[in-house]
Each structure stands twice: as structure tokens, then as C-alpha cells.
């Protein structure tokens, strides 16, 4: 008789298990849910909104997310307004001539720092990360300075020679990730007579593949969305690339009125690029955060 009347009270509790389980899911699931719709929502709101006219984007009385007139010819006017396919192909020209080069050097870099034996490299290492701490604001009137000593505003080159010596935080990124790796296999490999390069391009460089995915989507993003640095070296319309040219549409359109859908059809139109990348390098991105995240 004991023995089934504690039978009745772990079935109960397996029952309450169950449903406390259920419901922990489905709050959790409302929970996730709620915040993706607000992630999402304002590029929602964007594409809806480059298809209104200029007074119903502007309408701050009622949020109303789709348009009463379809204005399609909105991203018509976009192209008639600024050359956007010149903006898009130097700021892609950047993007092919910088992070090949400098995603190899930081990487090189990295594997320095996390795998060979080097006097002082933690002290070396630290000085790097320091240059971090100091604002752009303060390094850009020097900058400038060399530029136009040097001829070259108005021009892609100082956009494009600063990335060609690697990124420091992209550098860290690979330090914390190489360290991850087992030594041994260096270890294994020097046995066999590999020297440092070779050691780098078909041990470690394979192995190093998913956090470069990361990485690259980062800086792809930061060289796509860069206003200020071509707002500055790059005075003249005809040779800027693609923000100061979607500034453009605002400027050029009485501000907010006529050229808020403008705005927000270039914008669009910019954020696809970005879009595609993540897709294609969501596996790398979620494999590399999780190793990291483990190991590090």
C-alpha cells in the first residue's frame, strides 16, 4: 500500500514537472519572441516607410506601418538623385583591398603572439591594445595632415592604408582564440620539419577559418556604414563613397520631408549586401562565438 501510494505522488510530480516545464518553455518562447518583433520592427519600419510619400513618412500623429500609396517610384528617384552604383563600387573597392590583407596580417600577428616565443611579447601585446583607448578625434587631424602632404585626398588611398597593417582588436580577437588551439600540434609539426609559415597556412590557418568569418563580417560592416572617415578625405561628391552619398538624399530633398523615404529607400538598398554576408556566414559566426565562448 505505500509502495503505490508513493507511485500516485511521483506520477503527481512528474505531472507538475511537466507543466511547470511547458509553461517555463512557452513564457520563455513569448519572452523571445516579443524581443526579436523589437529587434526587427525598425528595419520593418524602414522598408514600409521608403515607400510612403514625404508628409506621410513625416506623420507623427498615428504609427501606421504600412503606406496609404505605395510609392514605388521612390528608389527610381534614388538612383536619378546620386550616382549610389559609383558609391557602391569604391566602397567595395576598399572593402576587396583591405580585408583580405589586412585579416592575413592581423592573423599572422595573432599567431606571434599566441604560439611562438617571444621576449616581451605581453608587454608588446599590451601596447597595441592601448592605441584602442585613444579617440579617433585625436588622431584625425594628423592624419589629415599626412594625407594632404602626401596628395592624397579625394582619394580611396586613405581609407585603404591604414587596414592594409591589420586591426589590433581583430588581432586580440585571433591571441584569445589561438590559444584555444592545442601547442602540440606546432609541437608535431616542428618534428616534421615545417617552419613557422608553413605551420601557419596549413595548421593553423584552417583551424583559425570561423573566427576570420566573424571577424570579416565585422570590419565588412564597419567599411560599409564608414561616413566619417570618407566625409573627411573625400570632399569632392564624384569620388565619395556610399554614406555621404545616402546623406546626400536628405540634403538634396529639403531635408526630412521629401527626402525621409529617400533615406530609407538607400538605406534599404545599402543593408542587403550586409544581409547576405550574415547568411552565408551565420555558421562560422555561431560556431565561433560558441568555441570562444567555451575555451577562452
Known amino acids: 500500500m505505500t ?7 511521483n506520477n503527481k510530480k512528474q505531472k507538475i514537472y511537466k507543466t511547470l516545464n511547458v509553461s517555463g518553455r512557452v513564457i520563455i ?24 510619400t514625404g508628409i506621410e513618412a513625416m506623420d507623427t500623429t498615428t504609427l501606421k506601418l504600412f503606406p496609404n500609396v505605395w ?28 580585408i583580405p590583407i589586412g585579416t592575413l596580417v592581423s592573423a599572422l600577428a595573432a599567431f606571434a603572439f599566441a604560439k611562438l616565443k617571444m621576449p ?25 595632415r599626412v594625407f594632404q602632404q602626401l596628395n ?28 584555444s588551439m592545442p601547442s602540440e600540434l606546432i609541437d608535431a609539426a616542428k618534428m616534421d620539419g615545417a617552419n613557422y609559415i608553413q605551420i601557419f597556412f596549413k595548421i593553423m590557418f584552417p583551424l583559425i577559418l570561423p ?35 545616402l546623406a546626400k538624399l536628405s540634403s538634396d530633398n529639403s531635408g526630412g520631408v521629401v527626402g525621409l523615404p529617400l533615406v530609407m529607400c538607400g538605406s534599404v538598398i545599402s543593408s542587403l549586401p550586409i544581409l547576405v554576408l550574415y547568411i552565408f556566414f551565420q555558421k562560422y559566426f555561431v560556431e565561433s562565438v560558441a568555441i570562444t565562448g567555451l575555451k577562452g
Not at 514605388?72 to 552604383?85: A, I, Q
Not at 585603404?160 to 585571433?174: A, D, Q, S, T, Y
Request: charged letters at 10%; zero cysteines; glycine letters at 4%.
Open 211 to 245: 573566427a576570420m568569418a566573424v571577424q570579416i563580417v565585422f570590419w565588412f560592416t564597419g567599411i560599409w556604414n564608414d561616413f566619417f572617415g570618407p566625409s573627411i578625405y573625400l570632399t569632392q561628391f564624384a569620388s565619395q563613397t556610399l554614406q555621404p552619398m
Open 152 to 179: 592624397m585626398l579625394n582619394t580611396l588611398w586613405p581609407l585603404i592604408l591604414p587596414g592594409l597593417f591589420g586591426n589590433v582588436m581583430m588581432m586580440f580577437f585571433f591571441v584569445q582564440y589561438l590559444k
Open 71 to 98: 510609392m514605388f517610384e521612390n528608389y527610381k528617384k534614388v538612383f536619378e538623385t546620386v550616382p549610389f552604383t559609383k558609391g557602391v563600387l569604391k566602397t567595395m573597392i576598399i572593402e576587396i583591398s583591405v
Open 120 to 144: 616581451f611579447k605581453n608587454g608588446f601585446l599590451l601596447i597595441l591594445l592601448s592605441g584602442t583607448m585613444i579617440p579617433y578625434a585625436a588622431l584625425m587631424l594628423p592624419q589629415f
Open 29 to 52: 518562447y513569448i519572452i523571445l519572441i516579443v524581443l526579436a518583433f523589437t529587434m526587427v520592427f525598425p528595419y520593418l519600419w524602414m522598408i514600409f516607410t521608403s515607400f510612403k
Open 3 to 9: 509502495n503505490y501510494n508513493e507511485n500516485i505522488s
